[in-house]
């Protein structure tokens, strides 16, 4: 397989977290998102949207992190990114979809830009931004949240796929985690587990460029 991301990217980030818990072989390419190569003609061959990552398994393209997080989880179920109980299952998806769907996509890149050229926003108001939106995504999610190790249990999957991505980003921006202690705990659990370790941007080969 070969993933197609950016070292900083927090939906290359959830993927690489996958492949790693479930110790499969990939190649990472990095895709430059400051030099635009996102929009390039190669890339998009790949994925049309513009947006990385993108996993392509032989002659198949994958793209969207979600989607390609569970395709992993039907091909390779063990360990499991998802609980087997439905009621588990969907309560572990909208955790998951409230990173992925709600909070991420408004501090995008491509957001940040068209924030800056169409209305003039400074850095410090675009930060303010996206705190705004970590935080009150953040504060929803604490009160969600089990005080078991993990969102489903003793082990991690979908929800911090997603979550320790966010909060690199939060951590980017000034956040500090430990305002949110039930986040915080998780985050300190994930941290000591290599799946999640070698996943991190800056153990990526682009991070030095
Ligand atoms: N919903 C998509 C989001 C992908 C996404 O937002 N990718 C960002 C990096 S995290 C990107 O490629 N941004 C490029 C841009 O904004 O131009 C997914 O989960 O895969």
Not at 36 to 43: D, I, T, V
Not at 73 to 93: K, N, V, Y
């Amino acid at each position: 397989m070969e993933l197609h991301g950016y070292f900083r990217s927090s939906a290359s980030y959830r993927v690489r977290i996958g492949l790693y818990l479930k110790g499969l072989d990939f190649d990472y390419r990095a895709v430059n998102l400051l030099k635009n190569e996102q929009r390039g003609e190669e890339y998009t061959r790949l994925n049309p949207q513009g947006l990385v990552p993108a996993l392509v398994d032989g002659q198949q393209v994958l793209t969207q992190s979600l989607a390609i997080l569970e395709w992993l989880d039907e091909t390779h179920p063990q360990p499991a990114l998802l609980p087997t109980a439905p009621l588990e299952r969907a309560r572990i998806r909208a955790l998951s979809y409230g990173i992925a769907c709600d909070i991420q996509p408004v501090q995008n890149l491509r957001i940040l830009r068209y924030l800056q050229s169409e209305y003039g926003l400074t850095d410090e108001q675009k930060v303010d931004w996206i705190r705004h939106w970590i935080h009150e995504g953040f504060v929803a999610l604490e009160n969600q949240l089990n005080p078991s190790p993990f969102a489903a249990g003793e082990q991690p999957g979908l929800l911090e796929c997603c979550l320790i991505p966010q909060i690199y980003s939060s951590e980017r921006f000034g956040m500090d985690i430990a305002e949110y202690p039930a986040i915080h705990r998780i985050m300190l659990a994930c941290n000591e587990i290599p799946a999640f370790i070698k996943a991190r941007p800056e153990n990526q080969p682009d991070s030095t460029i």
